[in-house]
């Protein structure tokens, strides 16, 4: 998207007249920031404010949804199926290009652990973030209205599995969203849900530092928070969390977010990819060894210029995708124009990470803060990172009537299967639960 949005900017002359043309091939109709999903699923920052729909930033480009199956960059053709591909029987279409920018980013990255597949959830989508904020409201149901123990004590239970941002931030702001929730439940305290973090190293939010780590592990084992180190998930089927330590929870919550791997459609490109499955890039952002075909973001392997040591890349997160993205459509521009190409190049600025309300670490630009400090620079940073001034004025409007107002503890969860009572009352039985941690 911010490809897109600068070339758009600089094209504009070209796409009027029709000298030029950009077409956009995304799975989803609009860009998510990610780094807004723990407040949504706490409720605090609607699902829709953290979503920016592309035909409204994009207008002078084409929006196509679909998804990119192959990439022939011999003949500059690339293979797409849309949402019509199935219903026309057309097959799926063509999009020959000139030149080809390829930032599909990440997906979760998976093992094969017994039991995963049926019941674990990820954390990288706004649907995944509304289903697990859901899903906890509903567990916490559940144990209100059972009468066996066993059921009440794992629907209490939520395990989350990686130490990174995205489970550390997850656990945090659900666990502080739950514990205000309890107080609404008669037979439920705060006391009776277990939370418990599975990291596999030694360390969590490797990120902000190794002291603000520790400051973070120490936060959360004071919420009575379980976190363990130095340890993994060995299986989760029947609903029983098993790790490594010989620890077994029997849980109806299990989020999975050990890590991410690139896209699947780099490896039906053709082009060079690393050991790691990521595209090998110059420091230009153009494919090595590669002409018209450019890459960012966490697909892209960029050579980190500002390192001490040789042969380290940049970082697959925010901070540096954002940045290439203006770089890589500068470039692009430049190459058709013939002007020489800019290197890449951004040191390390720092990382913020929220742990709940009011709660958080950073280390930025060699200055560590903790708590209420932290938790304020997490929300400036990113209330400024948010694309469109739109989107920006709705998060602040949010964040200021919540301090006002109490929280909302609303479970949607009929919003997955919508069709179900009217399928009830067409004498219909309704689709059965896909059973996903539930």
Partial sequence: ?????????????????????????????????????????????????????????????????????????????????????????????????????????????????????????????????????????EQMDIASATRDPAIRDAALTFVFVGGGYAGVEALAELEDMARYTARYYHNIKAEDLKWILVEATGRILPEVGESMGRYAVRELRGRNIDVRLDTRLESCEDRIAVLSDGSRFPTRTLVWTAGVKPAPLLAHTGLPLNERGRLVCTARLTVEGTEHAWAAGDAAAVP??????????????????????????????????????????????????????????????????????????????????????????RVLAEWTLAGLFKREIVSLGSLEHPRAEFEIAAGRRPRPDDGDCQ
């Fill in 1 to 137: 998207m911010y490809t897109a949005l600068r070339l758009q900017r600089k094209l504009k002359q070209r796409l009027r007249s029709g000298e030029a043309e950009i077409t956009v091939v995304t799975p989803d109709p609009y860009m998510t920031y990610q780094p807004f999903l723990p407040e949504a699923a706490a409720g605090s920052i609607s699902p829709r404010h953290v979503v920016v729909p592309l035909r409204r930033v994009l207008e002078h480009c084409t929006i196509v949804v679909g998804e990119a199956r192959r990439i022939d960059h011999t003949k500059r053709i690339a293979t797409v199926t849309t949402l019509a591909t199935a219903e026309d029987g057309t097959g799926a279409m063509e999009i020959p290009y000139d030149e080809l920018v390829l930032a599909p980013g990440s997906v979760s990255r998976t093992l094969p652990v017994p039991g995963l597949a049926e019941h674990g959830v990820g954390f990288k989508t706004i649907e995944e973030a509304i289903g697990l904020r859901n899903h906890v409201i």
């Fill in 304 to 393: 980190d210029l500002t390192a001490a040591e040789p042969g380290k890349e940049t970082a697959p997160n925010a901070q540096h995708a954002v940045r290439q993205a203006k770089v890589l459509a500068d470039n692009l521009v430049a190459a058709i124009d013939g002007h020489p190409l800019k290197e890449y190049r951004h040191s390390y600025a720092g990382s913020v990470a929220s742990l709940g309300l009011h709660k958080g670490v950073a280390h930025v630009y060699g200055r560590r803060l903790k708590g209420y400090p932290a938790w304020l620079m997490h929300r400036t940073y990113h209330l400024s990172r948010v694309p469109t001034f739109n989107r920006k004025a």
